[in-house]
Structures are given as C-alpha cells and as structure tokens.
C-alpha cells in the first residue's frame, strides 16, 4: 500500500475538515503543493469527489477510464441498481453523447418504470412500513381526538385481519 493511498484511507472528517494522522506537516504540505501546481483541483476536492470514483461498478469505472463519459455522468450512472439498466443507460449516454440533465431523466424514466411492475402487496407493504415511521413521528399523541381515530382504525385492521 503507497503512503498517499494509506493516507486516504486513515482521514476522517471533522467539522467539514479532511484531517488525518498518517503522514507530517511536510508530506501533507508536499502533497497539497503537487494539487496547487496542477491548478485544476484541490487535495481536499480530489479526496471527496474523485477518489470514491474508485469504488464505482466495473462496467462505468471501465468506460470514465476510457475516457467516453464525464466522471459526474458516471457517477448519476451508478446509481442505478440494475444492471441491466444502467449498461442499457451507458451504451445511450456514450453513444449518444447525452448531457448530465438527459441522464437524469432517464434514470427517472427507469424508476417510474419499475414502480409500474412492483407487485401490489409490495407496495401495500412498503405503505404500511411508510405509515409506520409516520405513526411514530406524527403529533397523533398529544391529540386525544387524533389518537381516538388512530385506535379506531387499529381496531378495524385488526378485526380485518381475524378474520371477524
């Protein structure tokens, strides 16, 4: 392991600070007069920004390498999950040159598709689950009338539920 990818993974974060404990005031001066001469980016600004480009999927880490696609692309790129999706998005952002904003739509186009095919009782039970964390953060219990209905409704799905 190099010194500089050592010193990368033993920062830590304090008050939007990029501290770290690895190297001296010399190696760290050293390193932040390497970014200055380039001009472009900034240590801190590589760290946080182009360095976790590392930890994108293979196949969009292989074409930014390329150099066929902006790494802000990319990085909208990898979000998506699917696999099938996102190589089917890289062949249209590469071959089509789409900007960062076509992308984007795109990936909604792909997430509106897809709550289109979840089965019914998945979305009934991601709305349970919604309802839920809801349940807990509403203001029902300070509310004696809120809380009356809230029990009514409990009731009702638990009598639905018996079977009653």
Same mark, same amino acid.
């Given at each position: 392991?190099?010194?500089?990818?050592?010193?990368? +993974?033993?920062?830590?974060?304090?008050?939007?600070?990029?501290? @770290? $404990?690895? *190297?001296?005031? $010399?190696?760290? *001066?050293?390193?932040?007069? /390497?970014?200055?001469?380039?001009?472009?980016?900034?240590? +801190?600004?590589? /760290?946080?920004?182009?360095?976790?480009?590392?930890? #994108?999927?293979?196949?969009?880490?292989? !074409?930014?390498?390329?150099?066929? %696609?902006?790494?802000?692309?990319?990085?909208?790129?990898?979000?998506?999950?699917? &696999?099938?999706?996102?190589? +089917? %998005?890289? +062949?249209?952002?590469?071959?089509?040159?789409?900007?960062?904003? @076509?992308?984007? &739509?795109?990936?909604?186009?792909? @997430?509106?598709?897809?709550?289109?095919? !979840?089965?019914?009782?998945?979305?009934?039970?991601?709305?349970?689950?919604?309802?839920?964390?809801?349940?807990?953060?509403?203001? !029902?219990?300070?509310?004696?009338?809120? %809380?009356?209905?809230?029990?009514?409704? %409990?009731?009702?799905? &638990?009598? #639905?539920?018996?079977?009653?």
């Amino acid at each position: 392991m190099t010194w500089f990818r050592c010193f990368i +993974e033993c920062k830590t974060r304090r008050k939007g600070k990029i501290t @770290q $404990n690895v *190297l001296g005031k $010399n190696e760290t *001066l050293a390193i932040q007069g /390497v970014f200055d001469i380039l001009g472009t980016i900034t240590w +801190e600004s590589f /760290v946080n920004s182009r360095l976790p480009l590392l930890k #994108l999927p293979e196949d969009v880490l292989s !074409v930014l390498r390329q150099g066929k %696609l902006e790494y802000t692309k990319a990085v909208a790129i990898a979000r998506v999950k699917d &696999e099938e999706q996102r190589a +089917e %998005l890289l +062949e249209k952002s590469v071959s089509k040159n789409l900007s960062l904003t @076509q992308i984007k &739509e795109l990936i909604q186009q792909f @997430q509106a598709n897809d709550t289109l095919h !979840v089965p019914p009782e998945k979305v009934l039970s991601q709305r349970y689950t919604d309802i839920g964390k809801q349940l807990k953060q509403a203001k !029902v219990w300070d509310d004696a009338k809120k %809380l009356r209905k809230v029990e009514k409704l %409990l009731g009702d799905i &638990e009598k #639905l539920l018996s079977g009653a």
